[in-house]
């Protein structure tokens, strides 16, 4: 029963994996050649910056997943990139050093 259990949780965490490299990076969305004038902004920053450490193993492997949009509207699309790149790689640690520091 816990073996089925787990192997649905890494089924759920797979199929969320593919969900989020739908909108990675790097995508058609963005190409100036089939959308010209379309750039990713301020809302489309902070989801590439939440999904970061995924982009990253992934461009590690697929040369077409970058892990940030050269086609951006520019400090919008910066400013959203960095509060959630923050949020996705400070979150974790602040939550244990907040815990130890209670102890």
């Not at 100036?32 to 450490?53: S, T, Y």
């Not at 974790?92 to 130890?100: N, S, V």
């Amino acid at each position: 029963m816990l073996a089925k259990k787990h192997l649905f949780v890494v089924g759920l965490i797979l199929l969320a994996g593919l969900i989020i490299l739908n909108c990675a990076p790097g995508n058609y969305r963005w190409n100036q050649e089939i959308n010209p004038g379309n750039k990713a902004g301020f809302w489309a920053g902070i989801w590439h910056g939440l999904i970061i450490v995924i982009t990253f193993i992934i461009s590690l492997f697929n040369k077409k997943v970058g892990i940030y949009e050269v086609n951006n509207a520019g400090w919008s699309y910066n400013l959203g990139f960095l509060l959630g790149l923050c949020f996705s790689l400070l979150a974790p640690w602040q939550k244990k050093y907040l815990r130890r520091k209670k102890e």
